[in-house]
């Protein structure tokens, strides 16, 4: 990732509070994700044909990434959260990227728009992933407080 697409990630951390930085991201992650799964519920049909994409999978896509966002909202909520949902959003957010780029490789066929589109939506879900996996990073603050 390079340096102008962390930037808005690095003003997140700005802290001297592990926790504030990590609850931050969380934040952020959730209104991102909810944001997005209410667009492809709103709006698959239309969302389908600009992607390429069903509007069906797009439909479904939406009701997870809504639920997901719940999710994700709930850590961020606490004062200090806990490891083990930390990691299991972390771990996530690894594993959407890796299926994001296989689904355009092996099983969808969208439009330039949507070839685009997933590409930038996997870098940016990557973006969310990479400061916990950094040992400075919000990772080594949830290691203590599980």
């Given at each position: 990732m390079?340096?102008?697409q962390s930037?808005p990630?690095t003003?997140?951390?700005?802290?001297?509070?592990p926790?504030?930085?990590?609850?931050?991201?969380?934040?952020?992650?959730?209104?991102?994700?909810?944001?997005?799964?209410?667009?492809?519920?709103?709006?698959?049909?239309?969302?389908?044909?600009?992607?390429?994409?069903?509007?069906?999978?797009?439909l479904?896509?939406?009701?997870?990434l809504?639920?997901?966002?719940?999710?994700?909202?709930?850590?961020?909520s606490?004062?200090?959260?806990?490891?083990?949902?930390?990691?299991?959003?972390?771990?996530?957010?690894?594993?959407?990227?890796?299926?994001?780029?296989a689904?355009?490789?092996?099983?969808?066929?969208?439009?330039t728009?949507?070839a685009?589109?997933?590409?930038?939506?996997?870098?940016?879900?990557?973006?969310?992933?990479?400061p916990a996996l950094?040992p400075?990073?919000?990772?080594?603050?949830?290691?203590e407080?599980?």
């Open positions: 390079s340096a102008a930037a990630l003003a997140l951390a700005r802290t001297a509070e926790y504030t930085a990590l609850r931050r991201f969380l934040a952020a992650d959730a209104v991102v994700t909810g944001v997005n799964g209410l667009a492809c519920l709103a709006a698959s049909g239309p969302l389908g044909r600009l992607l390429g994409v069903d509007g069906t999978l797009l479904e896509l939406g009701a997870l809504a639920v997901y966002a719940v999710a994700v909202g709930v850590p961020a606490r004062a200090w959260p806990a490891a083990l949902p930390v990691r299991a959003v972390v771990e996530s957010k690894l594993a959407w990227t890796v299926l994001s780029c689904a355009l490789a092996f099983w969808l066929s969208p439009t728009v949507g685009v589109w997933t590409v930038l939506q996997a870098l940016t879900v990557a973006g969310f992933a990479a950094r400075e990073g919000v990772n080594s603050s949830v290691t407080g599980t």
